[in-house]
């Protein structure tokens, strides 16, 4: 299940930690990403039959130039990912990366521009470090 920070606060309720979510209204088999924007995708999932949280580094995008979208790319670039090779970290990096691109294009009209322009997002955060935070719930 994917959402963004403010559907999850809707679907959720205030006051509802991801955490809780995940454990009250999911099943073990099943993962939670919720997207906030340039701040870390938070992932929760069962793995060794304890619930695990993901915080997973956006990337930085100078020169925003349109939002619209990033969700619906983030989702597809997910599925794509993770279809061909199901590794669930490496499937959200790639996906975050194509969000982080999207912003990059005016609208839905350039899309075919994503491709190289991931490419260039991909480039500006070689030279960065990226940690992938996990925190682990019994």
């Known amino acids: 299940l994917q959402m963004n920070e403010v559907e999850f606060a809707e679907v959720a309720g205030k006051g509802v930690s991801v955490m809780d979510f995940y454990r009250d209204r999911m ?17 929760v999932m069962t793995e060794d039959k304890q619930q695990k949280l993901y915080s997973m580094p956006t990337y930085i995008v100078p020169d925003l130039i349109d939002t619209t979208g990033c969700g619906d790319t983030f989702g597809a670039a997910f599925g794509a990912y993770f279809m061909k090779r199901p590794n669930l970290k490496e499937a959200v990096d790639f996906a975050n990366c194509a969000a982080a691109a999207n912003t990059r294009l005016q609208g839905t ?18 030279n960065k470090q990226k940690v992938i935070s996990e925190r682990t719930t019994l």
Do not use: F
């Open 27 to 43: 099943r073990s088999d099943q993962i939670l990403i919720v997207t906030n924007g340039s701040d870390d995708t938070l992932v």
């Open 109 to 126: 009209n350039e899309m075919d521009k994503l491709p190289a322009t991931m490419k260039q997002i991909s480039e500006l955060a070689e």
